[in-house]
Nanobody, 125 residues
Framework: QDQFTESGGGLVQPGGSLRLSCEAS????????IGWFRQVPGKEREGVAC??????????LYKEFAKGRFTISKNKHHNTAYLDMKDLKTEDTAVYSC????????????????WGQGTQVTVSS
């Protein structure tokens, strides 16, 4: 069964760091565009960062709020993508999910068709 499994979320103080992991099973993650997204209650899911397949040069695209603080990467041997987050702010609190899509365009949810269940990140003092 094809699936994503996210992990690494938790409670962290403002200014802290976390690494989120998205492990793929049943398919080769590196063949697809991979995105990290987040969602809070009452709001739409929004893109955080995306990375294209290695065949398309692993191009990255970050939303403005993530630039300089978040880094998306992947390890083909572990079939896993990562989101490294630093200088976390209270407004970063959300459920973070990874998704797979065919082509990287604008790193928006509509471009992705397969999702993990998410991992909760809570930034609080």
């Amino acid at each position: 069964q094809d699936q994503f499994t996210e992990s690494g979320g938790g409670l962290v103080q403002p200014g802290g760091s976390l690494r989120l992991s998205c492990e793929a099973s049943g398919f080769i993650l590196d063949y697809y565009t991979i995105g990290w997204f987040r969602q809070v209650p009452g709001k739409e899911r929004e893109g955080v960062a995306c990375i294209s397949s290695s065949d398309t040069d692993s191009t990255t695209l970050y939303k403005e709020f993530a630039k300089g603080r978040f880094t998306i990467s992947k390890n083909k041997h572990h079939n896993t993508a990562y989101l490294d987050m630093k200088d976390l702010k209270t407004e970063d609190t959300a459920v973070y999910s990874c998704g797979a899509g065919a082509f990287l365009k604008d790193c928006i949810p509509a471009e992705f068709y397969y999702w993990g269940q998410g991992t909760q990140v809570t930034v609080s003092s």
